[in-house]
């Protein structure tokens, strides 16, 4: 039968990352994407549909998670990008150490995270920092955890710094920053066969982060940039809540800065804010009002 697909060709394109289009088990069909045209107005996307039987084995193998994060489903989720400062002023031994401390508090801060509910949907490592996209059901709050990883990568680094040194300066610490937007994400499995994400945020926080920095190098040139947060107004209304939150405690006073309509290298203009003036305080609990 023309255009008739079989499971075991199902599996394999799965296993392969492509990605399927819609399942409709009502008329037994399914359509796969095949690839792409591009023309001068929008991109082609070609798209075939097929037959195929929906035997037992196929239903039980559309229902996994394998092949559910194969299905085109893109939703809105939180994505926060951390870029870690100066990674690439070093040679190796400068890279496993940064590292080191990089991946030991993301690893304990997606631990208590995940105590309290899987709220880390999926990291995706960059080289010199990582993405962390969020459950969808946190996309109402998931801004405050920028707190919590700015927090606790400074007081890691107290309790290291205090091992080796009686003095202590903040220059000598590893520093971040991170950049934050709310957007649509969906789920693939990659050349390597790890599950991975793509999407719109993803794009949104990597352009956000360096618009943010690049306006600061050029109109805020005295201004420290370390250790702080931009975002877009996907999560305005968060930022702000966090505010209010710390500014209940007078010892806190973090500022947001609107740095206005910002172009990227496409001259698509977003408007961006940055949040600085953190507090990096041990004693607080950061934890508190995550769901």
């Known amino acids: 039968m023309k255009n008739k697909l079989t499971f ?11 990605k399927i289009y819609k399942v409709d088990e009502t008329n037994e069909k399914i359509q796969i994407i095949e690839g792409i045209v591009f023309t001068k107005d929008e991109p082609d996307i070609l798209i075939s549909k097929y037959n195929i039987d929906f035997t037992d084995k196929l239903k039980k193998f559309i229902v ?18 951390i870029d870690i400062v100066d990674y690439s002023k070093g040679n190796s031994l ?37 993405f962390l996209v969020f459950n969808e ?21 107290d309790k290291i710094l205090k091992k080796f040194y009686k003095k202590q300066n903040t220059d000598n610490k590893l520093h971040i920053r991170i950049s934050c937007t709310l957007g649509e ?11 991975n994400c793509y999407g719109i945020a993803l794009n949104e926080a990597a352009r956000v982060l360096a618009a943010g920095q690049k306006e600061i190098l050029i109109n805020y040139p005295n201004e420290n940039s370390l ?43 977003r408007q961006i804010w940055w949040l600085k003036d953190l507090p990096m305080d041990s004693s607080l609990d950061l934890y508190f009002d995550i769901k």
Not at 69 to 80: L, Y
Not at 94 to 119: M, P
Not at 185 to 195: K, M, V
Not at 252 to 266: E, Q, R, T, V
Request: net charge neutral; proline share 2%; charged share 20%.
């Open 185 to 195: 994400t969906d789920f693939f499995y990659d050349i390597s066969g790890n599950r």
């Open 64 to 81: 996994s998670e394998r092949c559910q994060d194969a299905i085109f489903n893109p939703k809105k989720r939180g994505v926060i990008l």
């Open 227 to 269: 250790n702080t947060v931009f975002f877009d107004d996907t999560v305005l209304g968060q930022a702000n809540s966090l505010i209010v939150k710390l500014h209940k405690n007078s010892l806190y006073y973090p500022s947001i800065k609107n740095l206005g309509y910002i172009a990227d290298k496409h001259m698509i203009k």
């Open 94 to 130: 400068y890279f496993a150490s940064l590292l080191t401390i990089f991946n030991t508090v993301l690893n304990h801060i997606v631990l208590k995270l995940d105590n309290i509910n899987k709220l880390v949907e999926q990291i995706i490592p960059t080289g010199d920092g990582c």
């Open 137 to 157: 059901t946190t996309n109402s709050s998931f801004f405050q955890i920028v707190l919590i990883i700015i927090n606790e990568m400074n007081n890691y680094q």
């Open 8 to 18: 075991e060709k199902l599996v394999q394109l799965v296993e392969a990352g492509t």
